[in-house]
C-alpha cells in the first residue's frame, strides 16, 4: 500500500515535469518557418530533457521494483530525487532560450549531477533495508560502471560548458542514449520477478 | 505491476496534455463579446485536439490491455507516443493564434502524422511479444483499413494546408470523427476478455 | 480494469484543472496590501470553481461506483464532461479577472449549465447498462429534484447575469453550496455498497 | 475502493501543487550569473515549500492509512486541505518575488497556519470514525505536542514578520525541518501496520 501511493505520486510528478517542460517552448506569433526555425535550440533541449526525465522514470521504477518496506530515508531520498527532477524545465528552458550559452549549459550539467546524486541516495537507501538477495538489484548493481562514467561524464561537462558548448550538449546526450539502451541483466531480473 | 505503472504514467502525461492545453486560450483583458469570438480559431483548434487526444488515450487504453510482458521496445515506443503527444499543446496554440494560417496547419497535420507512427511502432512493439491469440489485438489489427485511411489523410492534409488550409483542418477533424465511432469489433473483443 | 482506468484518467484530469486554476491568481508585482485586495475578484471566483469541481469529482465518484461494464457511450459522455469542465479555468479566470463583468458571469454560468448536462448525460449513459437494480444508482436518481433545482437557478442566473452579475454568483454560489451538503441517501447506499 | 480514490485525487492534486510551483522560477532573459543570483530568494522560497508539501504529503498518507470509512466529512475535510495547498504556489511566488518582503512574509506564513488547521480538521474528522483502536493513529495523536509548537511558531512568525520577515522565515524553516524528521512512534506503528 505503502509503496504503491509513492510509485503514484512519484509517477504524477515526473509526468507533470516531463509534460510542463513543453509549456517552455513559447508559441511564436508569426505564423513564418523562421518564428518555427527559432526554436530549434528550444526544441532540442527539450528533447534531451525528455529522454533523461523518461530514463529516470524507467530506472525509479527498477530501483521501486526491488523496495519491501518504505522508510523514511526512502521516502526522503525520492523527495530529493522528485526536486532535482523538478528544477529540469527551468534548466532546460533557460539553456534553450539563451542558445545553449556557456553558463546555462553548465548549469543543465550541474542539474544532471544533482539528480544522478539523489538517484544514487535513493539507491543506497533501499539498499539499506533489503535483507533478502535481490535478483533485480543484484542487476541494478551491476550498472555501477555505466553510473560512474555518467557521473565522470557530467564532471567533464561542466567545465566544458565554458569553452564548447555544444560539446557539453553533446556530451549529455551520449550519457542519456547510454542509458536509453536497456540493460540485459536488469531486463531478465525484471522478467524473472514477474514470474 | 510493471504494465500498471507504464499505464498510470501515460494516463498521466496524457491528462496532463489534454488539460494543459486549455492554457494556450489566453483570457481576454476586455469582458466584450468580440474578445470572446476573436478566441473562436483559437477554442476550434481546442476541441479539435481535445478529441484527437482523448481519441488516443481511449485507444492506447486497448492496445496495453493486449500486453502481457513490458518489453524495453514497448516502453520507448510509447515514450515516443508521449513525446509525439507532448507537441500537440504547441501545435494546436500555434494553430489556433495564427487562426489556421498555412504553415501552422501544415505542422498540425505533421504532429498528427508523427503520432499516428508512433502509435504505430506502439502497436508493432507490443505484436511482437504476443505469444497467444488475443481476441482483442485481432480486432484492432482489423482497424488497419481505418489506420491506412488515416495516414492518407493525414498525408493528403499537409500539402493542401499550404493552399486551402480550412479544408486541411476539416480533413483532420473527419479523421478524428472516424475514430471517435467506436469500432464494434474492438468493443465486443474487450467485453468478451472481461467477462 | 477497464473502470479503473477510465477513473484514473478522470481523477488526473479533474486534478490538474482544480489547480491550474490557482495559475491564473497573477502574482503581484508590489507587496502591498492593496495589490493583494485588489485580487479580491479573482479569489473569490477561484474558491467558487474549487467548490464546483470538487462537487463535480464527488459526484463523478458516486456514478462511477455503480459502472459495471464501461461502453464507449459512457467514454464520450465522461469525455465531454471532462471537457466542459477543463473550460472552468477560462471562465473563472475570466470573470474574475474582469470583476464579475455581465457578459463574464453570463458564460460562467454557460459553463456551469454545460457541465450539468455532461453530467446528465453521463448519468443516463450509465443508467442505460445498468442490468440489476443498484441502490446507489436510486439513491442518486433521487437527487433529480435538486438537480432540476439547480438547472432552474443556472436558467436564471444566464439573464440576470446581464443586469444584476452579483446576484447571478450568489445564485451559483448557493447551487454549489446546496450539492456540497452531502446526500443522507447516497451516502447510506455508498457506505450499504461498501459492506 | 473509496479511499483508493479519494488517495488518487489527493496525490495528483499535491503532485501538481510541488510541480507548478517551479513555475514561478521565471526564466531570466540573460544568461549571466548575475540573472541567475538574482532568483535566490525565488529559489529558497521554493525549497521551503517543496519540503513543506513534501511534508504534508507524508502526513496526509499517514493520516489515510488510519481509515476505513470515507465519510463526507473526511472528504470535504480532505478538500479544504487541498484548497489550502494550492494556495501554496501562489505565497510562494509573492514572497519569493518580492524578496521576503513583510507582507508576503506574513501572509505566507498565515497560509501555514491555515494548511496546518485543515490538516487539524482532517484527522479530526478521520477520528470521529474510527471505532476500533488503531496504533498508528494513536502514535499521530502523540504527535500533538510537535502541532502545538508548530502553531505556535505560525502565531509567532505572522507578526513577527512585519519586524523581521528573515527571521519568520527562519521559523517556518525551522517547524518544517521539525516534521522532516521521521517520528519513532509513527514509523513503528506503519511497520505493525504492514506486517
Redesign the interface.
Known sequence: ??KT?L???S??????????M????K???????QA?LALTPVFISY?LS?LMV?IY??NH?HLL?TVR?V??KI??AN?GL??SL??V??TT??MG??HF????VA?YAVNHLFCGFMAFLLQNAILDHLTEKNKLMEAILKTKKKSMITVAIYLVAIPVAFYYPVVSVALIGVSAVMW?I?DKNV?RA??EA?E
Do not use: K, Y
Open positions: 500500500m505503502n501511493r510509485e503514484a505520486f509517477d504524477g510528478v515526473i509526468a507533470i515535469i516531463i509534460t510542463i513543453v509549456l517552455e517552448i508559441i511564436p506569433h508569426e505564423a513564418t518557418m518555427l528533447v525528455f523518461a522514470w524507467g521504477h521494483h518496506h522508510t523514511p521516502i526522503w523527495m522528485l526536486f523538478s528544477l524545465p527551468f528552458g533557460w532560450e539563451n550559452a556557456e553558463l546555462t548549469l536509453a536497456p531486463e525484471l522478467m514477474e
